[in-house]
Structure formats: structure tokens, C-alpha cells
């Protein structure tokens, strides 16, 4: 496995370290609250064995492995699995293994993990076929009554975003918008990263439900992962003072999983799993 089976562009962009630091950033940390806080409610109880695919330099790893989970990360990107690496030596909570690797062909036994986590590699697979690869290994590594909570990046938001930030303006902006609706298909031919994202693939709710179901997985949730709260222009300073974060969180909470909620969300979720007997909840 090599860097080289991402696509150069979306390598280029992770490699500038956008990653690293994005989930702590008092913008963005609602992100990394609300997942970690519908993890807190559909993960089987810990101690199990949690594969988290696509994870990054390992924030989401590391927090789950801090409380008590056997947690195994893997990413295509060699300087996340570094930084990922080093993060894990430096806690007194460390992960499992740390590997590089494809989401589409993963180098776990079948019916070895409690859990799959795909908080990321969906974003940057572009045709049906490579995403079902992905959901495809998920199911097969899962023990009997295994879970899987994957996220999109959704196919609606990025009309208000790019609104909210007066980015319509910019030349083919307004094209843009229109791809992401009729295609759900990402470009930034200008490799504008600090502006634009890179090549991704935005989802509608039913599709990504449709993608688990397609896999042989039962859907037990679809839920929305900020709802419309990014679109707050306070959010940072609300995330960064103790109650105004649980009164967002809360306020989240109570419309996750409405319908007319799912698709003004930057980020929906999933949660599947393979239909056997369910296993014991948090």
C-alpha cells in the first residue's frame, strides 16, 4: 500500500497538515463533540476492538483508546500515520497498531473487530464501485453483531457554506454548486486548498443509508453530525466556553435525526450493523 493509490490531488492536500490541527479548531470542534458524543451512545461497550479507518493523525483513535477501547488505526496518508504514531508513543493510552493502508482492501481477519469507523474514507472515493469496496470490507472484518458508523460529507451544505462565506463569487463557484447537486461530484481544478476542499464525493441521507444497506448491513440510525449549528455566526466562541458547547450539543441532539435536518448537516452519519443479535450499548 502506497500513498500513491489516493488521488495526487487529495494527497497534495493532506499532505499540507490541514489534518493535524482541524478538529481542535474552536470553528471546527463541534465536529469532533457531536462524533464523539454519538459514539458515546452506539460503540459497544469497551473494552472491544475498534478499527478505525481513514483515521488520520489519530484524534478520534486516541480518545476512544483513552477510554478503554482496543482501537487499531489505519490511514493511506504516510504523514498522518506518523504524526498518528507519534501522538500514540506520547499518551498513556496507546493504540493497538498504527498502519498505512486502503479503506478498500483492508489487512484485517474476517470477523475480527467489535466496531469499524469510517469517519473519513468515503469523502474522497468518487465512484460507487470504490465506495462499495469500503463497505464491503467493513461488513466482512465485523464479528457477528458488529457495528460500523460511517460519515458522508453531505451533498446540500456547501450551498449555505459557500454563501455564508461569500465564496459565490468566486470565478466558477456557481458551477460548483451546481455539480454538487446534480452529481454530488467535488473538483478544485485550482487547488485553491486554503478556500476550497479537494477532490471529494458529497452524499445525499439516503444514499449513504442505501450504500450500508447495499453491503448487507441493518441501519439502526441515520443522524445529523452538526445540523445547521456551523452555520452559527458565534459558533467558535460558544464551543469554547463549557456551557455554550452543551447547549449546542444539546440543542443538536434533539433534531439528529429529523429528516428535514439531515441534509442542511455538513456531516451525516450512519449507524449499521449485521443484523445479528445486537450487541450491548453504551
Known amino acids: 500500500m502506497t500513498d500513491t493509490s489516493l488521488d495526487l490531488e487529495v494527497l497534495d492536500f493532506y499532505n ?3 489534518e493535524q490541527d482541524r478538529l481542535t479548531a474552536p470553528h471546527r470542534a463541534i465536529e469532533f463533540w457531536r462524533t464523539m458524543d454519538i459514539l458515546a ?10 478499527y478505525d479507518i481513514g483515521g488520520g493523525p489519530g484524534r478520534y483513535a486516541l480518545a476512544l ?3 478503554g477501547y482496543d482501537v487499531h488505526l489505519l490511514d493511506p496518508v504516510t504523514l498522518h500515520t506518523d504524526q498518528a504514531a507519534a501522538a500514540s508513543k506520547a499518551s498513556d493510552h496507546p493504540l493497538a497498531s498504527v498502519r498505512r493502508g486502503d479503506a478498500r482492501a483492508l489487512p484485517y481477519e474476517t470477523h475480527s473487530g ?5 469517519l473519513g474514507p468515503l469523502y474522497h472515493l468518487t465512484t460507487a464501485s470504490g465506495r462499495a469496496r469500503v463497505w464491503s470490507e467493513a461488513a466482512r472484518v ?6 460500523v458508523i460511517a460519515v458522508g460529507a453531505s451533498r446540500f451544505y456547501t450551498v449555505w457554506q459557500m454563501l455564508s462565506q461569500d465564496l459565490l463569487a468566486l470565478p466558477g463557484a456557481e458551477a460548483t454548486v451546481a455539480e454538487h447537486l446534480a452529481t454530488g461530484q467535488h473538483r478544485n481544478p485550482g487547488r485553491d486548498f486554503e478556500r476550497l476542499w ?3 464525493y458529497l452524499h445525499t441521507p439516503d444514499e449513504l443509508a442505501g450504500e450500508a444497506q447495499t453491503a448487507g448491513l441493518t441501519v439502526q440510525a441515520l443522524l445529523a453530525v452538526e445540523g445547521p449549528a456551523k452555520l452559527l455566526p458565534d459558533l467558535a466562541t460558544q464551543m469554547t466556553d463549557e456551557r455554550g458547547r452543551e447547549r449546542v450539543l444539546a440543542a443538536i441532539r434533539r433534531t439528529e ?4 435536518v439531515l441534509g442542511l ?3 451525516i452519519l450512519v449507524v449499521a450493523d449485521t443484523g445479528a443479535a445486537a450487541e450491548e450499548r453504551v
Do not use: M, Q, W
Open 16 to 18: 499540507e497538515g490541514y
Open 41 to 50: 451512545r452506539h460503540l459497544p461497550v469497551a473494552p472491544v476492538t475498534v
Open 65 to 67: 483508546a483513552a477510554a
Open 114 to 118: 467489535d466496531a469499524v469507523l469510517l
Open 142 to 147: 465485523l464479528k457477528p453483531g458488529g457495528t
Open 198 to 200: 479537494t477532490t471529494a
Open 257 to 260: 435525526a429529523e429528516p428535514s
Open 265 to 267: 448537516s455538513s456531516h
